[in-house]
Structure formats: structure tokens, C-alpha cells
């Protein structure tokens, strides 16, 4: 028995990187998960396939986080035979740009889907953890959030929205059993990681004080943590897990 079973999870972005790996970590723990997805419908059926191998369940929920009307549609699908115990908002986009060349489209784009997105998401399951007077939202932030990432003022800008927005709604839902945190990735060996050249690879780890990059395990650990009754008294907290680098 793991420490979610008999409860359910939703998991946006869940078709690859840091969602994949946050999805099969709630699914070993004994929970249901639903595998949010936009349109990368064949990645998100092998984050299937490994959670069923592995013994888990889930569902396939193709929605995009900008869409009120979509996520409402899916969470009441999900929660047809069950309640939704924990959602955790991890879908998010880059488009890296210095702020003298970025197009009003790319800044309009990032900040509708990493924090619009999770502003809908969780308008669409408070109002029923409300009523049944628990859950819990983890929303996925980013050290630049909390520290300067130049070239990186949409991403930045929309993260550090998110660690505001998490406190404000955890101070609005505490008193009825929800508790909302967020997490803080520092850079991963997954995601944009994966596009780097060891050269760049060296140079980023050398900055870090544990000289290396993270992995999406060590994210989603956090994330399991702080979606479990192990945080019962953790309550509109940002979790840096970044090996140090914003120290």
C-alpha cells in the first residue's frame, strides 16, 4: 500500500519530462492519475503504458490548461467513479527571448499557459475540494521566479506569478482542509536540459553548489511530499530544489 492509495491525482503536462516522471511517482504510491496532455497524444500513451506496466492506473485527459470549458470538461471525466484528491499544475512553456526583441505574442503565449493555466486548472477542482473540505495543489514554479534569468522575462515573469498566486489561494483555502505550495525546480537533466551540449552542461553545473544538474525524480519527490499527510502543516510554501544555486 503506498501513501496515496484509494485517492487520485491529476498531473497536467504530463506527457514527458518533469509531468511524466511526477505522474509514475504518484502511480507507485498507489494513486489513480490522470495524464494531462495537449496534443502530444502518443507521448502521453507511454506515460501510460509505464504506469500500467508498473502495476499503476490512469487516464488519458487531452486538454489545454488556457481553456476553462476544456479542463472543466476533463476534470468531470476523471472524477466520474472518483474525487479528486490532488492536482498538481507542472504544464508550462518557454520562449526564451532578451525583453528588446520579444514579441508581445511570445510574452502573451508564456504567461497565458504557465500562470493563466494554473489559475484555470485551479479554478476548476477548488470549489469541489472545498466541499468535501480537503485536497491538495502543488504547483510547479522555477528558481527564475526567485533569482535573475536574463533572456527570460515571460518565463520568469509567469513563475514568479505563480509563487505569489499559490500563497494568496493557499491563504483563501487553508481553513477548509486544502493546502496549496508550490515547488521551485532549479535546472534539470530532463526538459530544456536535455537540449544542452556538455559544454554548457559543465559551465551551468559549475554554478551549482552541488555541481551537477537535478533530475525529475528528485522533483517529484518534493512534489509527493508536499501533495501527502507527511506536509500536513506545510501550507503556502514555495520548495526550492535547485542543488543550491539560489543560495
Not at 504530463?14 to 490522470?34: D, H, K, M, W, Y
Not at 527571448?97 to 520579444?102: C, E, K, P, V
Not at 493557499?170 to 493546502?179: D, L, N, P
Request: hydrophobic share 45%.
Amino acid at each position: 500500500m503506498g501513501r496515496f492509495a484509494g485517492r487520485s491525482a491529476l498531473v497536467t503536462g504530463a506527457s514527458r519530462g518533469l509531468g511524466r516522471a511526477i505522474a509514475e511517482a504518484f502511480a507507485r504510491e498507489g494513486a489513480r492519475v490522470g495524464i494531462g496532455y495537449r496534443a502530444r497524444r502518443e507521448e502521453a500513451e507511454r506515460t501510460l503504458a509505464q504506469i500500467e506496466r508498473s502495476g499503476g492506473r490512469g487516464a488519458l485527459l487531452a486538454f489545454d490548461v488556457r481553456d476553462p470549458v476544456a479542463i472543466a470538461a476533463a476534470v468531470e471525466e476523471f472524477t466520474r467513479d472518483s474525487d479528486l484528491d490532488i492536482l498538481v499544475n507542472n504544464a508550462a512553456v518557454v520562449r526564451d527571448q532578451h525583453i528588446a526583441f520579444m514579441s508581445s505574442e511570445d510574452w502573451e503565449h508564456v504567461v497565458s499557459v504557465n500562470l493563466n493555466g494554473t489559475y484555470h486548472c485551479c479554478r476548476a477542482v477548488v470549489p469541489r475540494m472545498m466541499a468535501r473540505r480537503r485536497g491538495a495543489i502543488v504547483n510547479v514554479a522555477s528558481t527564475a521566479a526567485l533569482r535573475a534569468s536574463p533572456g527570460q522575462s515571460n518565463y520568469s515573469g509567469s513563475k514568479g506569478g505563480v509563487v505569489a498566486f499559490t500563497a494568496t489561494l493557499a491563504a483563501e483555502v487553508a481553513s477548509y482542509g486544502v493546502r496549496v505550495n508550490a515547488v521551485a525546480p532549479g535546472l534539470l537533466s530532463t526538459g530544456m536540459g536535455t537540449r544542452f551540449d556538455r559544454r554548457t552542461i559543465e559551465r551551468r553545473s559549475a554554478a551549482i553548489p552541488l555541481a551537477r544538474l537535478g533530475t525529475a525524480e528528485e522533483i517529484a519527490n518534493v512534489v509527493l511530499f508536499l501533495a501527502s499527510d507527511e506536509s500536513s502543516y506545510v501550507v503556502g510554501q514555495c520548495f526550492r530544489v535547485d542543488g543550491g544555486l539560489s543560495l
